[in-house]
């Protein structure tokens, strides 16, 4: 069982930059996709960014040359720096972890953690 713990987010105005950070407590030694995502009131979830064992990375096309995704030393944490926020970047950021075991894939989510982005 792994469990995710997200800090950072918060409130900021516009062109401002923001950092998140989570942490997972747990075995995750074998290959995994870290990611954040993030919801908006009336929307669905979304990709934000990805970052695999290897370091092989994946933004959106919204956050592309604004965000940065790290992974920890460790591999068991993982950083997203938002630079030049917006507005519509507004929202619920959640931290996930992909872990691939043998035939066995498992997803498991942090708490969430809101950004608000003023005008």
């Known amino acids: 069982q792994v469990q995710l713990v997200e800090s950072g987010g918060g409130l900021v105005q516009s062109g401002g930059s923001l950092r998140l950070s989570c942490t997972a407590s747990?075995?995750?030694?074998?290959?995994?996709?870290f990611g954040w995502y993030r919801q908006a009131p009336g929307n669905q979830r979304e990709l934000v960014a990805t970052v695999t064992s290897e370091g092989n990375l994946n933004y959106a096309a919204s956050v592309k040359g604004r965000f940065a995704i790290s992974r920890g030393h460790g591999k068991n944490t993982v950083q997203l720096q938002m630079d030049s926020l917006k507005p519509e970047d507004t929202a619920v950021y959640y931290c996930?972890?992909?872990?691939?075991?043998?035939?066995?894939?498992?997803?498991?989510w942090g708490q969430g953690n809101q950004v608000t982005v003023s005008s």
């Open positions: 996930k972890i992909r872990l691939y075991c043998g035939s066995s894939v498992d997803d498991y």
């Open positions: 747990g075995s995750v030694n074998s290959y995994s996709i």
